[in-house]
């Protein structure tokens, strides 16, 4: 039994920060990639950055330079640090993660980015 939980979501003010999180509980042995993804309304879910056990990151083009993806494998937690927030960024972000070759998905945090 694995399971992902998303937090840090919330609404903030275009050009502002937000710190989500994503902590994996459970049947642990060990973690693979470990990602957000994002969904708006009327859109398909996109990945926003990826990060794999060994430290390795990958970003989409629309958040390089913005956001940046961490891990903390002592505490299965994996972090996306948000800055300078725009409108468009405003969906809900997904947690997922690959735990012993299968793939896990958090229940999402909604991120709105509203003046």
């Known amino acids: 039994q694995v399971q992902l939980v998303e937090s840090g979501g919330g609404l903030v003010q275009p050009g502002g920060s937000l710190r989500l999180s994503c902590a994996a509980s459970?049947?642990?042995?060990?973690?693979?990639?470990m990602g957000w993804y994002r969904q708006a309304p009327g859109k398909q879910r996109e990945l926003v950055a990826a990060a794999t056990s060994g430290g390795s990151t990958k970003y989409a083009d629309f958040v390089k330079g913005r956001f940046t993806i961490s891990r903390d494998n002592t505490k299965n937690t994996v972090y996306l640090q948000m800055n300078s927030l725009k409108p468009e960024d405003t969906a809900v972000y997904y947690c997922?993660?690959?735990?012993?070759?299968?793939?896990?998905w958090g229940q999402g945090t909604q991120v709105t980015v509203s003046s």
């Open positions: 459970g049947s642990i042995f060990s973690i693979g990639p």
């Open positions: 997922n993660a690959e735990i012993r070759s299968f793939g896990y």
